[in-house]
């Protein structure tokens, strides 16, 4: 089956620490996105790739990294730059990069900071 | 800028319907709908594209209105799994990124 795979569903993470959430898609997809997801706030973009090779920053990327140097792949790294990573993740993708394409989301990550 | 949604959350009686309204402050030319469980992804309901156009499935349909910016998504008589945080999403122009609402949660309650 197609899809948005996202690993690990639950993480946790010490102060001062980077981790990296994974996410793998094998929908054919050009175009990535990674969001974060907090309490009455919406989705929230944080990096998007609309082809391999190549990403952007979004609304919030102050701490996070990412890289796209597979199709499928598209990793995000949260550094100990970011002073609330507490949150959830959800890497999703479409077709092209475009507001004008359905986005599908992966399953989530729950990053949290003990 | 995020779209507004409107009302914050519902509660309904099995059965009953429901309006959830997106508006924008910018001209649009899209609107996605989904649909969330806590913890879990986000589903695709629909896209509605500049047009003014009207979808809908089984009991859930929308509406785009292009002139006042906004959008509405119709749950006719809800059933209990209608549960969940509604989110719109809207962008601005086809090379654009899509933003998303804060969402509205919505409780069908037996």
């Known amino acids: 089956d197609g899809g948005i795979t996202q690993s690990p569903k639950y993480l946790f993470r010490k102060e001062g620490q980077n981790v990296t959430l994974s996410c793998e898609q094998n929908?054919?997809?050009?175009?990535m996105y990674w969001y974060r997801q907090d309490p009455g706030q919406g989705l929230r973009l944080i990096y998007y790739?609309?082809?391999?090779?190549d990403f952007q920053k979004g609304d919030i990327a102050e701490g996070y990294s990412v890289s796209r140097e597979k199709k499928e792949s598209f990793p995000l790294t949260v550094t100990s730059a970011q002073k609330n990573p507490t949150a959830f993740y959800l890497c999703?993708?479409?077709?092209?990069w475009g507001s004008g394409n359905t986005i599908y989301f992966g399953e989530g990550s729950w990053l949290t900071v003990v | 800028q995020q779209p507004v949604q409107s009302p914050q959350a519902v509660i309904l009686r099995e059965g009953e319907d429901a309006v959830i309204n997106c508006s924008s402050s910018?001209?649009?030319?899209?609107v996605h709908w989904y649909r969330q469980k806590h913890g879990e992804a986000p589903v695709f309901l629909m896209i509605?594209?500049?047009?003014?156009e009207q979808k809908g499935h089984d009991k859930i349909s929308a509406s785009f209105n292009e002139k006042k910016q906004q959008s509405s998504l119709y749950l006719t008589a809800s059933q209990l799994s209608y549960s969940g945080t509604y989110f719109c999403?809207?962008?601005?122009?086809?090379?654009?990124?899509?933003?998303f609402g804060i969402g509205t949660k919505l409780q069908v309650i037996p």
């Open positions: 929908l054919n997809h050009d175009a």
């Open positions: 509605l594209l500049k047009g003014g």
């Open positions: 999703a993708s479409s077709t092209t």
């Open positions: 999403g809207t962008g601005t122009g086809g090379y654009q990124k899509v933003t």
């Open positions: 790739s609309q082809i391999v090779n």
């Open positions: 910018k001209a649009l030319y899209s």
